[in-house]
């Protein structure tokens, strides 16, 4: 396996200077970026990588600005990479956790979104439950707004976040194949890491159990597999998805040890995998449901570097939708 | 005693009897007394004389899925402003759900409803009565005290019965009464938390989506169970191609069915839905363009029966929210016919067989005498632009709720004169 390579590896030469004004003003999804979009973010994190290695962990770009971290769901590695993010950059971050938003228990997100704006925050971080939410939000405040994930739909910087990750340890993006496996079908991380990989010209591969896989998927993917070592043939990179104990209850699959025994990443089946194949998770993960332990914390494993570039990539999309000096 | 009313030079269009002519009416207390096509008509000394200056003249449209605010919801509409609502589109009698609170499952709640919207709506309100008390599938209501109080037909509203058994008791039953069962269709553990057509759309905006079969298999269990029973039984609203082939194929064994199909599935589809826009979360959801395409077809060669407007007021709290937890429901009694125009304009559908769906086709199920151009039918009349170009404006709208599906929509077709019972119960005035 590659060792990583540092920040100077870009996929489209680096860009050596200020980087061009970034035209978006939310980031809710990646669909909303074209190509050259993606790349421009992946290059700024990679900026941002030596800045959170080095002693004085400061990069004060948002110096004055605030930054509302808004999560209607509990997340601590995507609300925490968020924090440190914000708090490098110099922004004043405030973390506001909400119980799930829903009519009959008052106050609507509409209305949360009201009170927020009145706040004048620069930037809220969003986590909901429902697809569309964040979107819903970003149209009733004055301020950017970051999609930190909002329920089957999309999870934009954990995408970012997964591509700087692999072209880190391959070298590029561009050529691979790329095996997704898991809950196919209740995953954000998916729909957003297909829309990313298929503008960066990845092969994509789906693998699931028929049940997790949603209707269509094969126009989102390049291939579609339901038997997990000829799925993993070949690949370049494996990512395992968690899958959430409700649905391992007789619902959706028969039992835990039923779905180890046929969509676990174990070293068998990652033998079917080009030998230098790495390994991701979006985290956090169920070592012995989808992923064997060994595997998880093994050589081939970059779980680790993904968190890492968690935050580079936060640090990345706040710069780049909060420029230095701008006022909103 | 109101003066005789004369429209003449009138584009006269009524499906009952397939005319499409030149032509005038004579309306005398409330009864259309008189027509004459391409001639003289008589005329009554004193007559109110209408100039139709060549607009169509048509039946009112019959509306036979409207959900009301009141009694119970007064905020989101009250029997007052959808019969306003109703008189603007055209609509001059609506047979209205019973899911209110209470539901009307009970005959002193139709007489009710019967007496209050005769005090306060322009328009004539038909109470449908519901299937099963409390509009929770466990035991039926009293369809024979319910039919005397007045009520026009059996439905459970937006809830779909699940027990076969109780179905088939439910319909037998109604079979004494020769009373219709108007069934929505939806099996629940197939919609489960479904919010929107099941297919990639959904997939792409991480929405859980509801398959058609939910919609094709109570369909095919109803059909069986109607033709078992011999119930007049009226599917309410169909949206997919293989329903459509049920229906049809259920109509060829001559079972006494109908089918209605909401004007959302032959105007709107899934791409509408955009970027999260609650105004086209519906239920039945919005299909995808080949189904509306089978939809417009069904329509054409008769499977189809009735076009409805599904109206259902949502106050823009319910509707202001994340796609998956908003209401289901968009208002769309002033909107019905320019819309359903819309089929004629683009040449999908003919005007005789766009409002014989609207007019004629819910009559003969329901048994109203309306629904006609004919001596001795009320009259219940409209008069309107098939050409009219207009705007829908969230301003203009004179239901309580705003969740239109045609919001901005440019529309071609305006009613210019709603007339119920003889009385003119809107005109439209010319802004310039």
Same mark, same amino acid.
């Given at each position: 396996?590659?060792?990583?390579?540092?920040?100077?590896?870009?996929?489209?030469?680096?860009?050596?200077?200020?980087?061009?004004?970034?035209?978006?003003?939310?980031?809710?999804?990646?669909?909303?970026?074209?190509?050259?979009?993606?790349?421009?973010?992946?290059?700024?994190?990679?900026?941002?990588?030596?800045?959170?290695?080095?002693?004085?962990?400061?990069?004060?770009?948002?110096?004055?600005?605030?930054?509302?971290?808004?999560?209607?769901?509990?997340?601590?590695?995507?609300?925490?990479?968020?924090?440190?993010?914000?708090?490098?950059?110099?922004?004043?971050?405030?973390?506001?956790?909400?119980?799930?938003?829903?009519?009959?228990?008052?106050?609507?997100?509409?209305?949360?979104?009201?009170?927020?704006?009145?706040?004048?925050?620069?930037?809220?971080?969003?986590?909901?439950?429902?697809?569309?939410?964040?979107?819903?939000?970003?149209?009733?405040?004055?301020?950017?707004?970051?999609?930190?994930?909002?329920?089957?739909?999309?999870?934009?910087?954990?995408?970012?976040?997964?591509?700087?990750?692999?072209?880190?340890?391959?070298?590029?993006?561009?050529?691979?194949?790329?095996?997704?496996?898991?809950?196919?079908?209740?995953?954000?991380?998916?729909?957003?890491?297909?829309?990313?990989?298929?503008?960066?010209?990845?092969?994509?591969?789906?693998?699931?159990?028929?049940?997790?896989?949603?209707?269509?998927?094969?126009?989102?993917?390049?291939?579609?597999?339901?038997?997990?070592?000829?799925?993993?043939?070949?690949?370049?990179?494996?990512?395992?998805?968690?899958?959430?104990?409700?649905?391992?209850?007789?619902?959706?699959?028969?039992?835990?040890?039923?779905?180890?025994?046929?969509?676990?990443?174990?070293?068998?089946?990652?033998?079917?995998?080009?030998?230098?194949?790495?390994?991701?998770?979006?985290?956090?993960?169920?070592?012995?449901?989808?992923?064997?332990?060994?595997?998880?914390?093994?050589?081939?494993?970059?779980?680790?570097?993904?968190?890492?570039?968690?935050?580079?990539?936060?640090?990345?999309?706040?710069?780049?939708?909060?420029?230095?000096?701008?006022?909103? | 005693?109101?003066?005789?009313?004369?429209?003449?030079?009138?584009?006269?269009?009524?499906?009952?009897?397939?005319?499409?002519?030149?032509?005038?009416?004579?309306?005398?207390?409330?009864?259309?007394?008189?027509?004459?096509?391409?001639?003289?008509?008589?005329?009554?000394?004193?007559?109110?004389?209408?100039?139709?200056?060549?607009?169509?003249?048509?039946?009112?449209?019959?509306?036979?899925?409207?959900?009301?605010?009141?009694?119970?919801?007064?905020?989101?509409?009250?029997?007052?402003?959808?019969?306003?609502?109703?008189?603007?589109?055209?609509?001059?009698?609506?047979?209205?759900?019973?899911?209110?609170?209470?539901?009307?499952?009970?005959?002193?709640?139709?007489?009710?409803?019967?007496?209050?919207?005769?005090?306060?709506?322009?328009?004539?309100?038909?109470?449908?009565?519901?299937?099963?008390?409390?509009?929770?599938?466990?035991?039926?209501?009293?369809?024979?005290?319910?039919?005397?109080?007045?009520?026009?037909?059996?439905?459970?509203?937006?809830?779909?019965?699940?027990?076969?058994?109780?179905?088939?008791?439910?319909?037998?039953?109604?079979?004494?009464?020769?009373?219709?069962?108007?069934?929505?269709?939806?099996?629940?553990?197939?919609?489960?938390?479904?919010?929107?057509?099941?297919?990639?759309?959904?997939?792409?905006?991480?929405?859980?989506?509801?398959?058609?079969?939910?919609?094709?298999?109570?369909?095919?269990?109803?059909?069986?169970?109607?033709?078992?029973?011999?119930?007049?039984?009226?599917?309410?609203?169909?949206?997919?191609?293989?329903?459509?082939?049920?229906?049809?194929?259920?109509?060829?064994?001559?079972?006494?069915?109908?089918?209605?199909?909401?004007?959302?599935?032959?105007?709107?589809?899934?791409?509408?839905?955009?970027?999260?826009?609650?105004?086209?979360? !519906?239920?039945?959801? $919005? #299909?995808?363009?080949?189904? +509306?395409? &089978?939809? *417009?077809?069904? %329509?054409?060669? /008769?499977? @189809?029966?009735?076009?409805?407007?599904?109206?259902?007021?949502?106050?823009?709290?319910?509707?202001?929210?994340?796609?998956?937890?908003?209401?289901?429901?968009?208002?769309?009694?002033?909107?019905?016919?320019?819309?359903?125009?819309?089929?004629?304009?683009?040449?999908?559908?003919? !005007?005789?067989?766009? $409002? #014989?769906?609207?007019?004629? +086709?819910? &009559?003969? *199920?329901?048994? %109203?005498?309306? /629904?006609? @151009?004919?001596?001795?039918?009320?009259?219940?009349?409209?008069?309107?632009?098939?050409?009219?170009?207009?705007?829908?404006?969230?301003?203009?709208?004179?239901?309580?709720?705003?969740?239109?599906?045609?919001?901005?929509?440019?529309?071609?077709?305006?009613?210019?004169?709603?007339?119920?019972?003889?009385?003119?119960?809107?005109?439209?005035?010319?802004?310039?």
């Amino acid at each position: 396996m590659a060792e990583p390579t540092g920040g100077n590896v870009t996929q489209a030469g680096s860009s050596a200077g200020d980087f061009p004004p970034f035209r978006q003003r939310h980031l809710l999804s990646i669909a909303d970026l074209k190509q050259h979009e993606i790349i421009d973010l992946l290059d700024r994190a990679e900026r941002m990588v030596p800045v959170s290695r080095q002693e004085r962990k400061t990069h004060p770009t948002l110096s004055g600005k605030t930054q509302i971290n808004l999560f209607f769901e509990p997340s601590t590695r995507t609300q925490g990479s968020f924090e440190i993010a914000g708090k490098r950059l110099g922004a004043l971050v405030m973390n506001m956790s909400v119980k799930s938003s829903s009519v009959s228990k008052g106050e609507t997100l509409v209305d949360t979104a009201t009170t927020l704006n009145a706040m004048r925050p620069d930037v809220i971080v969003v986590r909901h439950s429902a697809a569309g939410a964040v979107e819903l939000l970003s149209q009733k405040v004055g301020c950017a707004v970051i999609n930190a994930g909002d329920g089957a739909h999309e999870h934009p910087t954990q995408a970012l976040l997964d591509a700087l990750t692999i072209r880190r340890h391959k070298g590029r993006i561009n050529g691979l194949t790329v095996a997704i496996c898991g809950d196919i079908a209740n995953s954000r991380v998916v729909r957003s890491n297909l829309l990313l990989l298929g503008a960066l010209n990845v092969r994509t591969r789906v693998i699931a159990p028929r049940n997790l896989l949603p209707a269509g998927i094969e126009q989102l993917a390049t291939e579609v597999f339901t038997d997990m070592r000829k799925g993993l043939e070949g690949a370049d990179v494996v990512m395992m998805l968690r899958l959430q104990h409700e649905r391992a209850n007789g619902r959706m699959i028969p039992s835990v040890r039923e779905y180890y025994r046929f969509y676990g990443l174990d070293a068998d089946k990652l033998s079917h995998a080009k030998p230098d194949a790495i390994v991701m998770h979006p985290g956090p993960m169920n070592r012995g449901v989808e992923i064997d332990p060994a595997i998880a914390d093994g050589p081939a494993s970059v779980i680790t570097d993904q968190v890492e570039m968690g935050v580079a990539v936060r640090m990345a999309v706040l710069d780049a939708l909060l420029p230095a000096g701008d006022v909103r | 005693m109101n003066r005789p009313l004369l429209i003449e030079n009138a584009r006269l269009v009524d499906p009952a009897s397939g005319t499409d002519a030149r032509g005038a009416v004579l309306v005398e207390n409330g009864v259309i007394t008189d027509l004459a096509l391409e001639g003289p008509i008589g005329v009554p000394d004193g007559a109110e004389v209408i100039d139709a200056a060549g607009h169509v003249l048509a039946p009112g449209l019959i509306d036979m899925r409207v959900f009301t605010g009141e009694p119970g919801k007064e905020y989101r509409e009250t029997l007052q402003s959808a019969g306003e609502a109703a008189a603007v589109g055209g609509v001059t009698s609506f047979v209205m759900m019973p899911d209110t609170s209470p539901v009307v499952d009970d005959g002193a709640l139709v007489d009710f409803l019967l007496r209050r919207g005769k005090a306060t709506s322009k328009v004539n309100i038909l109470p449908a009565a519901a299937i099963t008390k409390g509009l929770r599938g466990e035991e039926i209501t009293e369809f024979g005290l319910l039919q005397e109080a007045g009520a026009v037909c059996l439905t459970d509203g937006r809830s779909s019965i699940q027990s076969s058994a109780l179905l088939r008791t439910a319909m037998s039953y109604a079979a004494n009464y020769d009373m219709p069962i108007v069934h929505h269709l939806a099996d629940r553990g197939l919609v489960g938390d479904g919010v929107m057509n099941e297919g990639f759309f959904a997939t792409i905006l991480g929405l859980k989506g509801i398959p058609r079969e939910a919609e094709t298999i109570p369909l095919a269990r109803d059909l069986q169970l109607a033709a078992l029973t011999g119930v007049r039984y009226h599917a309410a609203q169909i949206s997919t191609a293989s329903s459509a082939e049920l229906v049809r194929a259920a109509k060829a064994r001559h079972a006494n069915v109908t089918a209605g199909v909401s004007i959302n599935n032959l105007a709107l589809n899934e791409n509408d839905i955009g970027r999260y826009r609650t105004f086209f979360k !519906l239920a039945t959801p $919005l #299909r995808s363009e080949d189904d +509306r395409q &089978a939809m *417009i077809e069904a %329509l054409r060669n /008769g499977t @189809i029966d009735t076009i409805h407007s599904d109206h259902d007021p949502q106050d823009s709290e319910v509707k202001r929210q994340p796609f998956a937890e908003a209401s289901d429901g968009a208002i769309g009694l002033e909107t019905l016919l320019a819309a359903a125009l819309r089929l004629v304009h683009s040449g999908e559908v003919d !005007l005789l067989s766009v $409002l #014989r769906a609207m007019t004629i +086709r819910p &009559a003969q *199920i329901l048994g %109203l005498p309306s /629904g006609r @151009i004919a001596r001795g039918a009320p009259a219940d009349l409209i008069l309107f632009d098939p050409d009219y170009p207009w705007q829908v404006s969230e301003t203009a709208i004179r239901s309580r709720s705003r969740n239109t599906s045609f919001e901005g929509a440019r529309l071609a077709g305006k009613v210019m004169r709603t007339i119920v019972g003889g009385q003119t119960v809107y005109l439209h005035t010319y802004t310039l």
